[in-house]
């Protein structure tokens, strides 16, 4: 890998092609067909939970997201559970390292009915100038409940930043509301509900990853693709 996590300033902000490096190095994104969450199917397959399995390029990762936001005035991080409190917490770390602030780390989790739920910090929140962290974006929503979330428990949002946003556009600030969101990595992913021209080339649907599983027990007859 071409960066280390030792802090070198001036710092110089990851390039596209050294955050593609990260990604590759842990094998965090297939090619294939795949069946995604919301019945469409696609040739990528993006992990969330295989970067934040390695504590040192997730930490420089967020390094950089730290990095984009130490001018922001920011006071707490938030991300929602799972996926995000590892990123989080390293977000917060950074941040306290750049602007001398001790800046808490907190995440929200889902309550018995699914709902998003801030338990613990919320007077670390409240009326504080709020960053949301998110692993990955696709259609929004969840990202919506974690900024709901914050504002419930009185937080003012600065803005919020995913290691990957694969919503193709349709996730903005000005769709979730907020005054900034950005990514580090922006993914155009083909999702097709209809008429997919993996299906066509009879192209064999992975199993491991996604709902292509369940996806062919609806659909037998394409099992035999090889
Ligand atoms: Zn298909």
Redesign the pocket.
């Known amino acids: 890998m071409t960066r280390d996590i030792e802090l070198v300033l001036p710092y110089i902000p990851l390039s596209e092609k050294e955050i593609d490096e990260i990604f590759a190095l842990k094998k965090a994104i297939f090619k294939g ?1 795949f069946v995604y969450t919301n019945g469409g ?1 696609g040739d990528i397959y993006v992990d969330k939970s295989i970067i934040t399995l390695w504590p040192i390029q997730t930490s420089i990762l967020c390094r950089d997201i730290a990095w984009q936001w130490r001018d922001a005035g920011i006071e707490a991080v938030l991300g929602p559970a799972m996926g995000a409190i590892k990123l989080a917490d390293r977000v917060a770390e950074w941040l306290t390292i750049f602007t001398g602030e001790e800046i808490p780390a907190l995440y929200s989790e889902k309550d018995i009915n699914g709902k998003q739920v801030l338990k613990r910090g919320i007077a670390e929140i409240n009326g504080k100038r709020t960053f949301v962290i998110e692993d990955i974006v696709n259609t929004g929503g969840s990202l919506e409940d974690s900024i709901g979330v914050c504002i419930g428990a009185g937080a003012i949002i600065v803005g919020c930043h995913s290691l990957v946003d694969r919503s193709s556009g349709a996730v903005t600030a000005q769709t979730l509301g907020i005054p900034k969101f950005l990514a580090l990595k922006t993914m155009t992913v083909a999702n ?1 509900t209809k008429g ?1 021209p ?2 066509d080339a009879k192209i064999p ?1 992975n199993t491991d990853r996604g709902h292509g599983e369940e996806y062919l027990k609806e659909h037998p007859e394409k099992r035999d693709w090889k």
Do not use: K, R, T
Request: glycine fraction near 0%; hydrophobic fraction near 30%; include cysteine.
């Open positions: 067909h199917h097709y997919c993996l299906c649907i």
